[in-house]
């Protein structure tokens, strides 16, 4: 994949505002970015649409939506993150969909807690039938993310490409894609099955490696492309070969690298994606 | 599952010998214990055969072969597990079949290192086809136990119970059968298909819970069932509509748990068991 493809997750120089990593975008010649919700609500909707038009990046998605699983199904705010990838132009809102009810992300059970997990993945699913016409209505693409089974209790119930898919089924393709996250899939004996099954579905290609060990906070196992044990090259060309088109974000949650230069992380970042993705 | 069928694994009363675990079984009225090859080597395995054999105890299995995935296939080191299993009438043998070639169990990349994971995965059938003759000619009956796939990398390639039950089926399935352990499969969205898949091959049921947050060491972070998010129901029920008439092993790795006074942790895990699994 070709570097007029790397789209730069801001998540990955987490401490840069939304001008901020516009900015960097266009300093490194990186033509798309990924946007978090958070940081948008920072800049501002409308200043944010601007930033990104007049500096003319696509957004390769907004993060969040999701945590479904709980009372209410989250719908309020799922329609709230719809209405404003509509408003940037994302080209998928990615969709964390929530772990076990009443377990509080990267915390232990809490009120409502309840162990019932074939549940849990039926409220996805009831969620999903009420938000996918929202979605559609507004042109927006929803974007499944399978998460490693290791946060399938406080953060998406949603563990493997497989169950992403049996999920989306029922949509149209253009309305209700998966996300292809190395971090999350790459351990999966049916990752290359999947992927294949997935063409025409994928709504985002995102890449991290995995670390070995993993530190203390498994949300923060991330790492930059080539530190980890992730084989890209198979991945990355069932991914074509599944017809995906779009950009491909790179989304590290990692302390050191959140510690580190941001402008060193983006040159760092387009040499490991030449050298391991593209 | 009645408490007739409740076994020790003796890994969490680690700090029990193996003549300590068998008296402690036999003060708590538990029939039957999983040994471990490195507290059967300290107590000498012809005198652990003794203990139990004295102590009317049944051997629900020996932890552990595997570790296939290096130079070699480890096939030495399985063979001498094999034999052990023999001398101790284990009903199985635990095969933990290891990580990518060059990376040690909670460590990172070292010497050797590849991210081959097909590669990997293909080097678990290869040792096992030179392993069932050999356990089958001995009255060895061998368990393939998929780990989380957080393991993925340094423990254990074998992620799922499919993919076990994939990788057993060349063999009869009482020579080759899978281990179904809570902790490992609870998040699986397929684990209720696989169970009923797995019919006549469960070789080993094993249960802990899954703590949430996980410990520092993810290796740690199996707890007494009831403290943490496993809904044991339907997997138990699952495990005996598929035939499973064998022990049920409760296997803990936790600090806590290690810290604790044996016998009271012995109490409380029969407390548990009846209130949970059984």
């Given amino acids: 994949m070709t ?4 789209s730069l997750n801001q998540w990955t120089t987490r401490r840069w505002s939304v001008r ?36 003319g ?57 309840s162990r019932d997990l074939p ?3 039926a409220r996805v699913a009831e969620a999903l039938s009420v938000l996918a016409p929202y979605a559609a209505e507004r042109g927006v693409r929803l974007a499944l993310e399978p998460l490693h089974p290791v946060y399938c209790a406080d953060r998406a119930v949603l563990s493997t490409l497989g169950q992403a898919l049996d999920l989306a089924e029922p949509y149209a393709s253009e309305r ?8 999350h899939v790459w351990w999966d004996p049916e990752v290359l099955t999947q992927i294949a099954r997935a063409s025409g579905r994928i709504a ?5 490696d995995f670390l070995v060990p993993l530190p203390a906070d498994p949300l923060l ?23 995906y088109r779009g950009d491909v974000e790179v989304e590290i949650f990692n302390a050191d690298v959140w510690a580190a230069d941001p402008d060193e992380v983006l040159a760092t970042m387009k040499r490991r994606f030449a050298a391991t993705v593209g």
């Fill in 3 to 6: 570097p007029d493809r790397l």
């Fill in 20 to 55: 901020e990593a516009v900015d960097g975008c266009v300093r490194h010649g990186i033509p798309a970015i990924g946007l978090w919700r958070e940081a948008v609500a920072d800049q501002g909707l409308a200043a944010t649409a601007k930033l990104v038009t007049d500096a």
């Fill in 57 to 113: 990046l696509r957004v390769s998605s907004l993060c969040r939506g999701g945590f479904m699983t709980g009372p209410g199904l989250g719908l309020d705010d799922n329609r709230a993150a719809i209405d404003e990838a509509a408003a940037l132009g994302a080209a998928c809102l990615v969709l964390v969909v929530g772990g076990l009810p009443g377990v509080s992300p990267g915390g232990g059970p809490g009120p409502g807690f």
């Fill in 119 to 121: 549940g849990a993945r």
């Fill in 176 to 183: 209700v894609g998966v996300v292809v996250d190395s971090f």
């Fill in 204 to 208: 985002s290609y995102q890449v991290s």
């Fill in 221 to 243: 196992g991330r790492g930059m492309m080539g530190d980890g044990v992730i084989d890209f090259g198979p991945i990355t060309a069932a991914v074509e070969a599944a017809g």
